[in-house]
């Protein structure tokens, strides 16, 4: 409850009450997005959940788990503004979602390759779930080095009089693209950085590293699942 109140409080900026002459026209318009940023609060639930209950039946019947952590987050009010004012879009509330996929957006922090996939598969295949699009930074780097698998994933929230659909942004990764990205990030906020370029040309090159240890890592998860298959 003191989250929700948090949040709702973040998603609207309650200085500006004060000054205006007019709070409750304010607060009134304020609403619909307010309700809207809800909704995807709701989408996230469903969609953590359903991981969570992936995660708890792989325990049992594979005894490992799928996944490391899942972190989660609804995109800030000044980002969602930003990202449609660079986009050229108009800022009302239809348009927002409409036009953003990642409003509700969703990692999950993997160990092996293999799992990224496999957990992917089976979250996309769920019959209430959408699949609207994928993109595979995995297979297909970013210039840069960012590897992920990215999910846009339609999930119905079930409220009080009716059923709606709602966008959630699902991104897979491995322990080891996950610390790269998050360094990456960290850097990227370093405006005085001097000569860029070797600085991304470093970054590549240690995005590549971490991939062949990734690549190495599932081969040594393979070769111990299938010596514990000879043995059965
Ligand atoms: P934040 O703070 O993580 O939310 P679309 O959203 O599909 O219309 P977009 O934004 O080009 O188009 O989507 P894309 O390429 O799938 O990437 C969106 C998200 O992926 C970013 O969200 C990052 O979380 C992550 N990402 C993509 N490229 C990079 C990268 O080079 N480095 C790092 N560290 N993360 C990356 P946001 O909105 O940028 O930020």
Redesign the pocket.
Known sequence: METEFADAMEAFPVSRLAETEDPEKLLEGAQPFMELMSRYRCAMMEVETKLRVLDEEFSMTYDRNPFETIKS?L?RPV?IIG?MKRRGYPLTVEEIEKR???IA?IRVICSFLDDIYTLADMLAGQDDIRLL?K?D?IVSP?P?G?R?L?L?LEVPIFLSHSKQYMKV?V?FRTIAMDFW??L??KL?YKKDVEEPERIAAQLKECADIISSMDERMQQIRDQIETGKKMEE
Request: hydrophobic share 10%; no cysteine.
């Open positions: 987050r995109k980002s990202k953003l996929n990642d957006g699009e993109k930074y970013k840069n960012y992920s990215h846009i942004e991104q990205a998050s990456d990030h990227k």
